[in-house]
């Protein structure tokens, strides 16, 4: 079964830069599209990010356009979240997701599995 694990979450001052891994184990994570979420307490998780399997096109939110980029390092099996220009709005836990490929452009929650166990990203001076 696919097992993600997030990790480079951290504080930051505002203003700073944090990059997320997303590894995958137990299986190869090239054949699925990943997203990346975030949520805060009393929130339901919203969508960030996703990449195609092969890594050739991404998706954003609105509120993290510009500012994050989202890639993928298929030999390594692992997906990246580049957080840039970060914002005190940002603080959350983030966490990556899977889907299958027809389901890429999503960013809703209930159409990704494989959830991780999250990292943590406060930003804060």
């Known amino acids: 079964q696919l097992q993600l694990v997030e990790s480079g979450g951290g504080l930051v001052q505002p203003g700073g830069s944090l990059r997320l891994s997303c590894a995958a184990s137990?299986?190869?994570?090239?054949?699925?599209?990943i997203g990346w979420f975030r949520q805060v307490p009393g929130k339901g998780r919203e969508g960030v990010a996703c990449?195609?399997?092969?890594?050739?096109?991404?998706k954003y939110a609105d509120s993290v356009r510009g500012r994050f980029t989202i890639s993928r390092d298929n030999a390594k099996n692992t997906v990246y979240l580049q957080m840039d220009s970060l914002k005190p709005e940002d603080t959350a836990a983030y966490y990556c997701?899977?889907?299958?490929?027809?389901?890429?452009?999503?960013?809703?929650?209930?159409?990704?599995?494989?959830w991780g166990q999250g990292t943590q990203v406060i930003v804060s001076s």
């Open positions: 997701a899977a889907t299958q490929p027809h389901m890429y452009g999503s960013l809703h929650e209930a159409d990704f599995g494989s």
């Open positions: 990449i195609t399997s092969s890594g050739d096109s991404a």
């Open positions: 137990g299986f190869a994570l090239d054949y699925y599209p």
